[in-house]
Structure formats: C-alpha cells, structure tokens
C-alpha cells in the first residue's frame, strides 16, 4: 500500500493551500484517512480525519478553516486549508487506516511521506 501526497509550498499568512492524498496497493476498505502534521521537536499531531461514512473530525486549532474530504470511489483524501496562520507550518503527513485484500481481518495503519507546508507572516 502506497499513499502519494501532494500540494504543499509556501503561502502567505491568510492564504489557502490544498492538500491531496491518493492510496493505492492492496486495499480492500480504507475506514478512516486524513492528515496530521509536524514542526521539529514535537509529538506528529493530529489535523483533521474523516471515516467512510463522512464523520469528520478536527483539531481545535484549525476548525472553521481547514476542510476535510474524501473520495471513497478513487481512495482519495485532500484538506483544503484556508486562512492559513505561520503556526500551520508544518509537515504534513497523510494517514489511512485500512484493511486489506490480502487480509481482512487487520486493520493496518499507513504513512504518506509528508508534504512540507511553510506559513510567512
């Protein structure tokens, strides 16, 4: 299983980044995906997370300016971030946490390679 990640670069402070993330390999139902992110010296956190259902769930920080969204069809999650703040700047790394073809039974977690995101004030 592969998840490719796209989109971040540089913004200014109250500008809009949207970041993609697509899975691919052996899957055989992605129950949740999303996206956490990283400055150095800091535990990864969490951003933003939506189910298979659409239940979604955000951290503090970012609710009423990030959105979450998936697509079930293609395996697709993306983030659109807007009204971005120099404390955003981060790595960000996309998640899905899925079971397999292979195996059903196990619910396995997976990594993007993060996508750096750098906020100016």
């Known amino acids: 299983v592969q998840l490719q990640a796209s989109g971040g670069g540089l913004v200014q402070a109250g500008g809009s980044l949207r970041l993609s993330c697509g899975a691919s390999g052996d899957i055989f139902r992605i129950n949740v995906m999303g996206w956490y992110r990283q400055v150095p010296g800091k535990q990864r956190e969490l951003v933003a997370i939506?189910?298979?259902?659409?239940?979604?769930s955000y951290a503090d920080s970012v609710k009423g300016r990030f959105t979450v969204s998936r697509d079930n069809t293609n395996d697709t999650v993306n983030l659109q971030m807007n009204s971005l703040k120099p404390e955003d700047t981060a790595v960000y790394y996309c998640?899905?946490?899925?079971?397999?073809?292979?195996?059903?039974?196990?619910?396995?977690?997976?990594w993007g390679q993060g996508t750096l995101v750098t906020v100016s004030s």
């Open positions: 939506i189910t298979s259902g659409g239940s979604t």
């Open positions: 998640n899905a946490r899925l079971t397999r073809i292979t195996d059903k039974t196990y619910e396995f977690n997976y």
